[in-house]
């Protein structure tokens, strides 16, 4: 998926309704939901792989900071979810699916 699939430059948020915003901002929040599944879902798999052994790091954690400028704090937690949804497929499946988000704000909006 390319960033212009995501994003419309020509989308004027102001043009909106509050309902059509609320209702862009549930529908994007889904698809980011998926779109971060996925990427946990491979995250965990390279680090079943151990592929950042290949770039000379000493954890996948430390992988991350470097490669994906993310802090190590937040790498340690983004691979113990990766790994926690390999061990629960309903919770992995309703993740990317995006429903687990969109269900609670539907709810939350009604």
């Given at each position: 998926?390319?960033?212009?699939?995501?994003?419309?430059?020509?989308?004027?948020?102001?043009?909106?309704?509050t309902?059509?915003?609320?209702?862009?901002?549930?529908?994007?929040?889904?698809?980011?939901?998926?779109?971060?599944?996925?990427?946990?879902?491979?995250?965990?798999?390279?680090?079943?792989?151990?592929?950042?052994?290949?770039?000379?790091?000493?954890?996948?954690?430390?992988?991350?900071?470097?490669?994906?400028?993310?802090?190590?704090?937040?790498?340690?937690?983004?691979?113990?979810?990766?790994?926690?949804?390999?061990?629960?497929?309903?919770?992995r499946?309703?993740?990317?699916?995006?429903?687990?988000?969109?269900?609670?704000?539907?709810?939350?909006?009604?």
């Open positions: 998926m390319s960033i212009a699939a995501i994003f419309d430059p020509s989308d004027d948020a102001v043009a909106f309704s309902a059509e915003l609320a209702g862009e901002l549930i529908q994007l929040s889904s698809r980011l939901a998926a779109m971060e599944a996925r990427w946990l879902s491979l995250l965990a798999e390279y680090d079943r792989r151990e592929g950042w052994r290949a770039d000379g790091q000493l954890s996948c954690v430390d992988w991350l900071v470097w490669r994906c400028g993310i802090r190590r704090s937040t790498a340690y937690d983004k691979l113990r979810v990766a790994h926690e949804l390999t061990r629960r497929p309903a919770v499946e309703s993740f990317a699916a995006g429903r687990l988000f969109s269900s609670w704000a539907t709810r939350s909006l009604s």
